[in-house]
T-cell receptor
Framework: AQSVAQPEDQVNVAEGNPLTVKCTYSVSGNPYLFWYVQYPNRGLQFLLKYITVDNLVKGSYGFEAEFNKSQTSFHLKKPSARVSDSALYFCAVRDKRNNDMRFGAGTRLTVKP | KAGVTQTPRYLIKTRGQQVTLSCSPISGHRSVSWYQQTPGQGLQFLFEYFSETQRNKGNFPGRFSGRQFSNSRSEMNVSTLELGDSALYLC??????????????FGPGTRLTVL
C-alpha cells in the first residue's frame, strides 16, 4: 500500500525567506502527488499536483514543488514566504493501481514577520 | 461556480446516537470522497463514490456508511456513535473517479462532537 510521510510537524521561517515543506512517498509505480493547504476552520485547498510530466510543478499562490524519483520526494517550496502562508500543509499520494488516496500527517508552517 | 457545500457545519450528538452528514459537490462533479480528520490520526479516507457506486473504501468499521444520489449529492451516516467519532468530516468532489488527474475540491467540513 502507498504511504506518504511529512517528517516535520512544524516549520518556522521568517517573512521573505525561502520555505521548504518536505514530503516523501512510497508507492509502486508512478504516483500522482498533490499538495493541499488548510487554513483554520476551513477545508483543504488544492495547491498543485504532479502527474508524471514535469519534475518541477508550479501551483497556486507562488508555490512550487519538485518531484525527485530517486529520493521519492515531492517537497513544497516558495522563494519568498509571506505571513499569510501560515497554515497547515498536506502532501497526498494516489496510487494509480487501486485508486487509493493517502494524506500525510500535515506540517504546520508559521511565517513570522 | 459554487464550491462544495456540507451541512450541517456543526453537530453535537451523544454516544449511541446516529448521524447523517450531507455533501453537495461542485456542479458537474461526479466523484465524491469523504475523509475524517482528527488531531491524533490526521486525515483518513472513508470512502469514495462515483455515479452512485462506491468505488473505494477506507479502513473504517461498518458503522460508517454512505451513499450517492443521482444528482451526485452524497450522504454519510455514522450509527451507534462513539466518543472517538468526534472529528471534522470533510467531503471532496472531483470531475473524474477519485480525482485521477483532476484535483479534489474540499468542502468546509462538518465538525461532529460526540458527548
Amino acid at each position: 500500500a502507498q504511504s506518504v510521510a511529512q517528517p516535520e510537524d512544524q516549520v518556522n521561517v521568517a517573512e521573505g525567506n525561502p520555505l521548504t515543506v518536505k514530503c516523501t512517498y512510497s508507492v509502486s509505480g508512478n504516483p500522482y502527488l498533490f499538495w493541499y493547504v488548510q487554513y483554520p476552520n476551513r477545508g483543504l485547498q488544492f495547491l498543485l499536483k504532479y502527474i508524471t510530466v514535469d519534475n518541477l510543478v508550479k501551483g497556486s499562490y507562488g508555490f512550487e514543488a519538485e518531484f525527485n524519483k530517486s529520493q521519492t520526494s515531492f517537497h513544497l517550496k516558495k522563494p519568498s514566504a509571506r505571513v499569510s502562508d501560515s497554515a497547515l500543509y498536506f502532501c497526498a499520494v494516489r496510487d494509480k493501481r487501486n485508486n487509493d488516496m493517502r494524506f500525510g500527517a500535515g506540517t504546520r508552517l508559521t511565517v513570522k514577520p | 461556480k459554487a464550491g462544495v457545500t456540507q451541512t450541517p457545519r456543526y453537530l453535537i450528538k451523544t454516544r449511541g446516537q446516529q448521524v447523517t452528514l450531507s455533501c453537495s459537490p461542485i456542479s458537474g462533479h461526479r466523484s465524491v470522497s469523504w475523509y475524517q480528520q482528527t488531531p491524533g490520526q490526521g486525515l483518513q479516507f472513508l470512502f469514495e463514490y462515483f455515479s452512485e457506486t462506491q468505488r473505494n473504501k477506507g479502513n473504517f468499521p461498518g458503522r460508517f456508511s454512505g451513499r450517492q444520489f443521482s444528482n451526485s449529492r452524497s450522504e454519510m451516516n455514522v450509527s451507534t456513535l462513539e466518543l472517538g467519532d468526534s472529528a471534522l468530516y470533510l467531503c471532496a468532489s472531483s470531475l473524474d473517479p477519485a480525482g485521477w488527474v483532476n484535483e479534489q475540491f474540499f468542502g468546509p467540513g462538518t465538525r461532529l462532537t460526540v458527548l
